[in-house]
């Protein structure tokens, strides 16, 4: 999905939600841990419930590969699903690669075509190996680079607010350098939705990127706080949310919930939009 | 694998040297493209004719997911097989993992548990998101953190270099906040071959700490500059060879190549140990 596919799916649905398919199958809802596969069986449901107020999935890839093989099978056919709604959703993987470039192009690989069985629209790539670890991710057509700028995690603070001489923080170098290597048409960035107070700092530098903003929710973050220094002329967000999504509850009725919870998000940033 | 089995496998290997097992299927020689599973059989075949030379394998995670499932069940076969061999070699997951505390510890579940199908001993980690991101992998007893510092590739300059106003480059940054969160019996730093010059001053940060050694061969980094500055008195490096090996013969006989090429390294690594 490119650019301009993006907004206008965002400006149809009146949204700029990223639902986070953190699938925990400690976490699944009783009803669906007798069907042959828990995990799709879940995932299907929370899609078909959420997906008029969602413009972007984002499947975790840690909660399916600590399943195994067989976790990757029920994110395969996930995948396969969202493949049959392709012009009513944009699909990131969160799986945070990148590697010297011989490896980051097999990465790309994995994550970009039908050749890795997946075949996502973006992409989280960790920025620590520099240059040649992201470039591999950017030859794609229509496929995104999400950077890792500023995180929403405690964490966050051991590195990327490391600074330099000149009061230059890390994840500002980051904001600043990965825009040598792409553009506003197949790079975003990760930044937290806790570190509201330093969106405008970061939309002086990224003015027109879109920004992914997981930790709205669970984590602490605010979506008025966001949209109010993050928000630019084209949007510019996708703001995740997990668990206070897709956990919101746990009876039969988990998918009616969920969608219900996505829908008052929506409804939120149809306002701010 | 606890340090001083790995230590002790060190000297009666007399060896330090790490395979990477980064099995291109489109490098393969055309003798295993016949066989049911070529990558695995590939693999089992440098494995046979290697580990005598040995002391630990390292699977490029790359290599495998940019087959998507398939890829895996080969990389699970081969795993399986180096079970087999479980006291004559330590295995490392090369798959620069790394997200926020909830999300690391399914990821520590997937390399480090029977549940995630391959069990490893060691995972490489990208620090990027600091502690948290970090601590969930160090809980495993026995297991082991390969946290990146100053890697191989040219890219490394772009953000690991990025310095303080006190003259503290984030790599070493990041060698000395690891010393916070683990210690020298599950935590190991990756440093570059390719940055030979750079070892007199890491030893000074982390004397006692193992060091994972890539971009000696194919990537231009000597054995001889790593192992001058590198070695301390329990060995402390893991130099690893990916393509100089495992690629050295593409013809019947790649997997006795492999082996001379293993052979020549060993020989060399005896002098210095």
């Known amino acids: 999905m490119n650019r301009k596919e993006l907004i206008d799916l965002i400006h149809k649905k009146k949204s700029f939600l990223c639902v986070g398919l953190d699938s925990d199958i400690t976490k699944l ?15 299907k449901r929370i899609i078909d419930a ?28 996930t995948m396969d699903y969202l493949h049959t709604k392709e012009n009513e959703c944009f699909v990131i993987a969160d799986a945070k690669r990148g590697d010297i470039g011989n490896t980051s ?20 790539v960790a920025p620590y190996m520099g240059e040649d670890s992201v470039k591999p991710f950017l030859e794609y057509e229509n496929k995104w680079v999400i950077l890792l700028a500023l ?29 040598d290597w792409g553009n506003e048409d197949n790079l975003m960035f990760v ?13 002086k530098i ?21 949209c109010k220094y993050g928000l630019n002329k084209d949007c510019g967000l996708l703001v995740n949310s997990s668990r206070g999504i897709i956990f919101a509850d ?8 969920a969608g219900e919870k996505a ?8 306002m701010y939009l």
Chains 1, 2 share one sequence.
């Open 29 to 43: 809802p009783k009803c669906v841990m007798e069907s042959e596969d828990p995990v799709f069986e879940f995932n």
């Open 50 to 77: 959420t997906l008029p107020y969602t413009v972007a999935y984002k499947p975790n890839l840690a909660f399916y590969e600590s399943h195994g093989i067989s976790g990757l099978v029920s994110l395969k056919k």
């Open 105 to 124: 192009k097999q990465y790309a690989k994995a994550f970009f075509t039908k050749e890795g069985d997946f075949d996502f629209d973006a992409l989280t």
């Open 151 to 179: 995180t929403s995690n405690k964490g966050s603070d051991d590195f990327q607010m490391f600074e330099n001489a000149e009061g230059v923080k890390l994840y500002e170098r980051v904001l600043r350098k990965a825009q």
């Open 191 to 203: 930044v937290g939705a806790t570190k509201a107070e330093k969106f405008t700092e970061i939309r």
């Open 206 to 226: 990224v003015p027109n990127y879109f920004l992914l903003v997981p930790g709205v929710g669970a984590q602490g973050g605010s979506l008025a706080e966001v």
């Open 250 to 257: 746990n009876t039969e009725q988990f998918d009616i919930v």
């Open 263 to 270: 829908q008052e998000m929506q409804q939120e940033m149809a």
